[in-house]
């Protein structure tokens, strides 16, 4: 039976302004109440109270910029631990097998948009899926014809994604290439510094190259928390793994502080011959742009 206690590392600082004017809006240890009740659930047994005990699931605020986080999170052994061997690997590919054909058109329709964005021929253009997971997004846009390539840290989704033909790059400071699309889909509220982040995307993306960042949308959070009608489950700001929760203009500020601009979604276009297609080819970008997590971003250069 494991026995051994993870350390936990402390944010200070709001990841995406660096303020630290913050509020605390939940608190709770990992390993009582609630919230072990859903991880004791979630993860199968696989975790124990003892691996966790160092541990307060707290959740702040920043009342410069709103943004939501976990102050508490896993140090880089726990961080491991929990992404190799806590998620189960067999899980996460059957739910992928699961909703392979909802997953397949939806990462499809994705790959489509790029010929607008970038208005080349998909063999002259390369792009990377930051945090590739199993390859499958890499796999569509290679189909499409796009030079592409996968960045992963889990060697068992890499191993998978190799057996699939995707180029992967596991070291992005020896990477010579600079990228004229960059995908990163659930990745932000995962890792503890997100501007850095999106800085490395900006540094391997050629200028005026691109960029789609998409996340949970976590812009109703506070509200549920303060009414008392939230509790910990798998959402914006899971407990261990979504430790940053995104809204619409906190992702914007992030983008912006790492020098990205935000651009209007590129939408396959619907049929104009009805005043429905009219009408959503005309107020769907508007939505998105002011509601989504799915956002698209240029590197001016």
């Known amino acids: 039976m494991e026995s051994e206690s993870y350390a936990f590392v402390e944010r200070h600082q709001c990841p995406v302004c660096n303020s ?5 809006i939940f608190q709770e240890p990992f390993v009582s109440g609630a919230t072990w009740h859903f991880l004791e659930s979630y993860y199968r047994g696989r975790i124990t109270k003892a691996a966790l005990r160092n541990g307060v699931y707290t959740i702040k605020q920043c009342i410069d910029c709103s943004f939501c986080f976990q102050s508490q999170v896993l140090g880089d052994h726990g961080m491991q631990t929990l992404y190799e061997e806590w998620i189960s690997p067999a899980e996460s590919r059957e739910k992928q097998r699961l909703s392979g054909d909802n997953d397949s058109v939806a990462i499809a329709t994705q790959v489509q948009t790029l010929a607008r964005l970038l208005g080349r021929p998909p063999s002259e253009c390369s792009v990377l899926d930051f945090g590739m997971g199993w390859g499958h997004w890499c796999q569509m846009a290679g189909a499409h014809g796009y030079q592409a390539f996968g960045l992963e840290l889990s060697e068992q ?3 998978a994604a190799q057996e699939n033909g995707v180029q992967v790059i596991r070291d992005l400071e020896t990477c010579d290439r600079n990228f004229d699309f960059v995908n990163c889909e659930q990745v932000l509220e995962h890792v503890s510094d997100p501007v850095g982040t999106l800085k490395t995307i900006c540094q391997i993306l050629r200028p005026g190259g691109y960029t789609r960042i998409s996340v949970p949308n976590g812009r109703q959070l506070p509200d549920q928390i303060r009414q008392g009608t939230w509790k910990p489950s798998k959402d914006s700001i899971h407990p261990l793994e979504h430790i940053n929760s995104f809204s619409n203009l906190t992702l914007k500020l992030a983008a912006k502080h790492a ?3 935000f651009i209007r979604q590129p939408i396959l276009q619907y049929p104009t011959s009805s005043s429905l297609g009219i009408l959503r080819n005309r107020i769907l970008p508007i939505h998105l742009a002011r509601r989504s997590t799915n956002l ?6």
């Open 157 to 159: 989704r890499i191993a």
């Open 296 to 301: 698209y971003f240029q590197h001016a250069g």
């Open 259 to 261: 020098g990205l601009e």
């Open 20 to 24: 630290q004017n913050q509020e605390t």
